[in-house]
């Protein structure tokens, strides 16, 4: 089983949809989680942090299932800027490597 | 602070030719970290260190590849013959308290 593993896509939807994508993860020890948006032939930035408790900014949420070992982020009111590849990331322990997934790449259509 | 800065950019070399790819973390980060980003798999870890000191090496594909890191400043990953199938963006990324910053990458087309 894949350390980190997303749905591929592509996930084409219009603007102003709301999209979600999920992830999990294998290892039950992992400690930080996080979502980092890849744009063509760019380098992968950090987008948000995954909290416990659950964590928000602006249209973007995103949460964290330990029991289940997955990770999720939805997208609202989504705009053309919003096209990109989103990679979901663990880190097993602080200072350790972080993991990621392959990305889930997001059209947005007008 | 400039960021992450890798060099070159762009790295077109003949099969069996060494390519050295250069890598300038953000200055009091602790961590610093090699990646290679293929269509086919995704982002793969070669290699990290903490404090300059190479941690985890498992992931270097084999003993063509090399990485030093002399000092917090400057790390260097070394591809030696170098390969078609080492063609990749390879990443360089430095961290501090789990967050990651990235440089650009460095394209590497093997011929």
């Known amino acids: 089983r894949k350390e980190v593993e997303q749905d591929p896509g592509p996930f084409n939807v219009p603007e102003g949809a709301t999209v979600a994508f999920n992830c999990t993860y294998s290892?039950?020890?992992?400690?930080?989680f996080f979502w980092y948006r890849q744009d063509c032939r760019k380098e992968p930035k950090l987008l948000m942090s995954v909290y416990s408790s659950g964590n928000e900014d602006g249209r973007f949420t995103a949460q964290l299932n330990r029991a289940s070992q997955y990770i999720s982020l939805l997208i609202r009111d989504s705009k053309l800027s919003d096209s990109a590849t989103y990679l979901c990331v663990v880190e097993i322990s602080g200072n350790t490597p972080l993991v990621f997934g392959k990305g889930t790449r997001l059209s947005v259509i007008a | 602070d400039a960021g992450v800065i890798q060099s070159p950019r762009h790295e077109v070399t003949e099969m069996g030719q060494e390519v050295t790819l250069r890598c300038k973390p953000i200055s009091g980060h602790n961590s610093l970290f090699w990646y290679r980003q293929t269509m086919m798999r995704g982002l793969e870890l070669l290699i990290y260190?903490?404090?300059?000191?190479?941690?985890?090496d498992s992931g270097m594909p084999e003993d063509r590849f090399s990485a030093k890191m002399p000092n917090a400043s400057f790390s260097t990953l070394k591809i030696q013959p170098s390969e078609p199938r080492d063609s990749a963006v390879y990443f360089c990324?430095?961290?501090?308290?789990?967050?990651?910053?990235f440089g650009q990458g460095t394209r590497l087309t093997v011929v």
């Open positions: 260190f903490n404090n300059n000191v190479p941690i985890d």
């Open positions: 990324a430095s961290s501090v308290d789990s967050l990651a910053f």
């Open positions: 290892n039950s020890a992992s400690q930080s």
